[in-house]
Structure formats: C-alpha cells, structure tokens
C-alpha cells in the first residue's frame, strides 16, 4: 500500500506541474486509432452494427491490457517508474484546469464568442448560441463530471488493479466518449462501450460524489443527490453531478442544443444560477477532492507499515 500511495501522488503531481504531454499522447494516438475502427465496422442495421461495436472494443482495449500486463513483470525501480509514467499519462488534472480557465479567461475579457468557442472543447452540446451564464454553466458541469472520468477513475482503479485497470479504465472512458453517443449512428455501434463505462464508473463515481459532499454544502449536495440523480440519463454523472452542484449551492441543468435538437436536462443542486468565479470555485472542489483521497491513501499505508512492523 505505501508502493501504491507513492506511485499515485507522484503521478498526480507529475500531471499537475507538466500537463499532458504536447506531443505523441498515448490517449490522442489510441483515439486516432479508434475513429478508424468504427470508420471500418460500422454497419448500418443495428444488430450488426451492435456486434460490429463489441468487436472493435475488443480490438482497441487487448493490445492495452497486453502491454500492461506485459509492464507488471518488472522488477524494482523499473516497475515503479512505468507505473508512475503510466498512472500520469492516463490523468487528465492539469488539462482539465487549463480548458476550463480559458473559458474563464475569456469572459473575463468579456469576449463571449472566444469563451462560446472554447467551452465546445470540453463539452458535447452546442455552444455558439450561450449566453455567458450557459457557458459558466457547461463549464461547471464538465469540470464536475470529468473530476471523476480523467482524474479519480484512474485512481480508484490503479489502487484496485494495479496500470492494468487504470489503463483499462481511461481506455473504457475514451471509447465511450467517442462511441458512447445517442445519435443515431453510435446508438448501436456504441451501446457496449456506454454499458462497460457505465459498470466501471459506478463505484468511482459515487465516492466522487461523496467527496463533493464532505468538502462542500454537505446537506445541499446529499439532498440533490439523492433526489436528483435518477433523474439523469447517465447513472454514474447524475451522482457526480448533483452532488456537486449541491456542494457548491448552484442550480445546473436545463434546456441544452445537441446537434440542433434541444434537450431539457434536469435540474441539479440548488441556489443561484452559475457565475464565472464559480469556475475556479469548481476547480478547487474537485482538486480538493482528490488531495482528499490521496490522504486517505497514505493514512492507510501509515497504519499498514506501522501493523506490519509492530503488529
């Protein structure tokens, strides 16, 4: 457990100082490989295109966990330093905070267009037609959702599994971003790699919730929770979400353009409406979050060190 904590704050902090790698990220080149793949299975009839899916996930996700697994046969530093290297380029910390400060920058400049345009970076909905209070919104809600998906997921499941399962999760996450969608082309080629997502996330994403609770408006975020999660259409982002906004005494949701088409999301948390400081509010919720973690990962390995010494 000591090995673990270690491994997962160095990493942490090698995402924090540096950042995503500018060029050759693993992530970026196993999502250029993944468009293909779907640009060569996909069917149109939907049981088809629903094998067609299952199958491309596999061809993505076993060449990952072969090299992983190949990785945990090292021995000594060289095992350590590959865990590190690999736990830091499957965490998304330090770009989440600079797409979201851009977006912050820019309604500070009050230039809502350049804000428009760099929230639809981070976000699947349209963005040309926000006002700034939707921009801050879609902002908010991205930050939220993805303290879970790009930093603590991989956490969560590098202490329980080791790189393999953090890689697989970051895989599992990746694909569902690209393929996960209710279009009308990724409803089936997509379906398995949503429900994969869904499975891993499930754990992960509530003890994100949670520690949304504990570091804000405890009773504003349990109470949205639990009236408010089954409201959406994810599982796992419904707990993230609410839990969240509540923590943060903010009401998310509402009407939202997806390709044209408005959607009306449900309301979560409770209080004002979203304002730009709330940005860099939400940023220090989820960052506490994870210090918060790591913490409890290291008074663990204390106790376990101190229980195997004397015990």
């Known amino acids: 457990m000591l090995e673990i904590a270690i491994i997962v704050t160095i990493a942490f902090l090698l995402d924090m100082l540096l950042g995503e790698p500018k060029k050759f990220h693993p992530l970026v080149g196993f999502g250029w490989i993944a468009s293909r793949v779907e640009k060569i299975l996909f069917r149109g009839e939907e049981r088809s295109t629903r094998v067609c899916g299952v199958v491309g996930w596999i061809a993505m996700v076993m060449p990952v966990m072969f090299l992983a697994l190949l990785s945990q046969y090292l021995d000594g530093y060289w095992s350590m330093a590959i865990q590190v290297a690999g736990l830091y380029l499957v965490m998304g910390g330090r770009s989440l905070v600079s797409h979201a400060m851009l977006v ?115 009773s504003t975020a349990l109470s949205s929770w639990k009236e408010q999660a089954a409201l959406c259409k994810s599982p796992n982002a419904g707990a993230v979400m609410s839990s969240g906004a509540g923590a943060l005494k903010l009401q998310l949701g509402g009407k939202s353009s997806y390709h044209g088409k408005i959607e009306e999301k449900p309301m979560l948390g409770a209080g004002r409406v979203a304002e730009r400081e709330d940005i860099c509010r939400t940023l220090s919720l989820v960052n506490r979050s994870v210090i918060l973690w790591i913490a409890v990962l290291w008074t663990i390995a204390t106790f376990t060190e101190i229980f195997r010494l004397y015990g």
Do not use: C, H
């Open 104 to 218: 912050g920058n820019a309604l500070d400049n009050q230039n809502l267009p350049v804000a428009q345009e760099r929230v639809g970076w981070i976000v699947s909905r349209d963005t040309d037609q926000l006002d700034e209070s939707g921009v801050v919104a879609a902002t908010v809600e991205s930050v939220l959702e993805n303290g879970n998906d790009a930093i603590f997921g991989a956490i969560f499941w590098f202490v329980v599994a080791g790189l393999p399962g953090a890689l697989l999760f970051r895989a599992v996450n990746t694909l569902d971003a690209m393929w996960g969608y209710k279009s009308e082309r990724f409803l089936g080629f997509g379906w398995f790699s949503a429900r994969v997502d869904d499975l891993m996330n499930w754990i992960p994403s509530r003890l994100t919730a949670v520690s949304y609770a504990l570091l804000g408006d405890r």
